[in-house]
């Protein structure tokens, strides 16, 4: 089980079904992760409905946490290069470095701004070490 973070007014209606936490403007909810064997495309999950938290006789608040302490230190930050083709918009160059921050699933990857601490040093890290990369390539490029 794991968090996933939602809009809280656009989903008013599907919120009534669903054991939640507001945060800000967003809503907390919890959901299963079906790992498969085989490498197919996509995800499948779960959201964990009051009807399967009443079967596990479990209360909203200890759900949440425990869905919150499952992703605790998957943050990944990713270039966003990796997810946007740059030559649909008629350029094949990187023109500047954005980065994405997610996580391992790359599925709901929004949920990580929940990490502070660890949000904070991932994305310094890996700033820092795709930067030391890309000066690495530029001056051996060069030489």
Do not use: C
């Amino acid at each position: 089980m794991r968090a996933k973070l939602i809009n809280y007014e656009l989903n008013r209606e599907f919120l009534k079904e669903v054991p939640h936490r507001r945060f800000l403007d967003l809503a907390i909810v919890a959901y299963i992760a079906l790992e498969m064997e085989e490498k197919i495309e996509g995800n499948a999950t779960i959201t964990v409905k009051n009807n399967l938290q009443q079967t596990w006789k479990v209360d909203t608040e200890e759900m949440i946490d425990t869905a919150l302490e499952n992703i605790k230190g998957d943050v990944v930050v990713a270039d966003m290069s990796e997810y946007v083709d740059m030559s649909l918009f008629g350029n094949t160059k990187k023109l500047f470095d954005i980065y994405v921050i997610t996580n391992r699933l790359k599925l709901h990857g929004a949920v990580a701004m929940l990490q502070k601490d660890r949000l904070i040093a991932t994305s310094l890290l890996e700033v820092q070490k795709k930067q030391i990369q890309d000066t690495y390539e530029a001056v051996y490029m060069n030489v």
